[in-house]
Structures are given as structure tokens and as C-alpha cells.
């Protein structure tokens, strides 16, 4: 019987070590394909080394890697590219909004500035910003605030803790309800949705950068609530010059933050 219990209990550790390990796997691998070396456009450099390699065996195709991702790497560097797909993502978003039916105001986490320790996290530039538009709505809405955010990575603290700590502490605030345990979009929302189940609310008002809002609207829908989205300023896309066509360091990093949300749209449509 000792036996018996004995090879039970290896048998669920290994399962359970089995699950984890996995776990960790899908998380470094989605860790990668979202922000690492295999995210576009940060994807065209890692190419472009692969094709300098392979052409000391296959000169053609390695010459042909190579000149196809500095293409690709080029044209993701100038504004006139990443403005368009700015502008792509944000006609997605509804522009005349009625806030009559909404019950919260939810403030999706985005960025930590990681310390030596818990003490030493600060809110990230990007949620800052956010809840500086939180703060606009509550001041013209009066509805009560939700914060959503877990702890990712080397963060010491969720984002979500330090947001209602900053919202009530420098912009006045009232946080009601606080959210600690998302990692991603789709689990604000569904997280979200689990916090609020025992309240008569079924919309809410959500605060996120422009080219974030489609993915987050989306999620809310998907896990049965509607969510009407903060009004933003909406960038406007035209060619002015040829500066536009020209490489840029800023453009470059609104392509990836742009391409970041397409193709994770597209994994929420096909996973979730």
C-alpha cells in the first residue's frame, strides 16, 4: 500500500513538474515572439545575421536572406510606414462614445521600471500615462476605478499595486477595486470580469494607449462584457516630405509597438 501511494505521489510530482516546466516553455517562447529577437521588426536583424552565416555556404540564398530583411528592416524604420499602421489599428476604434451605461472605469497595466527590490519598482512611463487619462475620467465620469495588473518578469510588485497607489496618492483617485493576478490582456479581462461578478456592472470604461484598445475591447467582449473605450487623440496619417522615408528611430519603435498589436491580435483570435 506504502508502495502504491508512493509511485501515486512521483507520478503527480512528475506530471506537476511536467506542467510547470511547459508553462515555462510557452511563456518564454510567447516572451520572445512579443518582445525578443523573434518580434518584428526586431526579427529583420536576427535574419539578416542568419543570412550573413548562411551565405559562407550558400552565397545566393544567404545574399538574398540578407538584402530582403534590410529591405524589410528599412521600410519598418520610416514614418511614413509606422504612421500608417498606427492609423490601421486606431480606425478600429469607435470615435462618438455614450458613457451613459457604464458602471467602471478599468485601467489596464502596461509598464513597470524594474528596481534592486520591491521598494525600488516604479510605474512605468506608459501606465503613467494611463492613469493621467484615468484621472480625466473619474473626474468626469464619478465612477468607481478598477486597476488591473499582475507582476511579470523581474517585477518585484504588480503593476496594479503600484497604479492605485500613484492614482490615489498624486492625482486623487479612489481605487475600489485592485486586480493582481493578470499577465496579459485577455486575462485583465477575464480577471476583471471574475471581480466585478458580483456587481450590476456589464460596462465598463477602458483606459489604454489608442493602438492598444482593439485587443482590449476585444478581450472584454470575448469574456462576456462591453467595453467602451477613453477617447484619445487619433494620429492622422499623410506623407509630408521625404523625411518621411527616411529612417527613424522613434518610427522604428512605433512599427514594433504596431506590429506587436496586429500579430497579437491575430494569436487572441486564433488561441482564445
Known sequence: MALELSFKFSIGATKAIALETSSCLGDSMRSLVSYGFLAPPTLFITLC?????????????????????????????????????AYQLETEIPENVDFTDAGAIVVLGADVRS?????????????????????????????PILVSGGRIADWHVAVAELMKSVLEGYFGGPVTWSEQES????????????????????????????????????????????????????????????????????????????LHELIGSLYYRTVY
Open 115 to 143: 528596481g534592486g527590490g520591491r521598494d525600488s519598482d516604479r510605474i512605468g512611463p506608459a501606465s503613467l500615462e494611463r492613469l493621467v487619462l484615468a484621472a480625466d475620467a473619474y473626474r468626469r465620469l464619478h465612477l
Open 49 to 85: 545575421l542568419v543570412g550573413a552565416v548562411t551565405a559562407l555556404v550558400w552565397w545566393r540564398i544567404g545574399i538574398a536572406i540578407v538584402l530582403v530583411s534590410t529591405l524589410c528592416l528599412y521600410v519598418a524604420a520610416t514614418p511614413a510606414f509606422s504612421s500608417y499602421l
Open 183 to 258: 499577465r496579459t490582456t485577455y486575462e485583465n479581462a477575464l480577471y476583471t470580469a471574475q471581480l466585478l461578478r458580483g456587481e450590476p456592472i456589464n460596462t465598463v470604461v477602458i483606459i489604454a494607449q489608442r493602438e492598444d484598445l482593439p485587443r482590449a475591447i476585444w478581450s472584454f467582449k470575448r469574456v462576456g462584457m462591453r467595453a467602451i473605450p477613453w477617447p484619445t487623440p487619433r494620429r492622422s496619417w499623410g506623407v509630408d516630405g521625404l523625411e518621411d522615408f527616411l529612417p527613424d528611430s522613434k518610427a522604428f519603435q512605433e512599427s514594433f509597438h504596431a
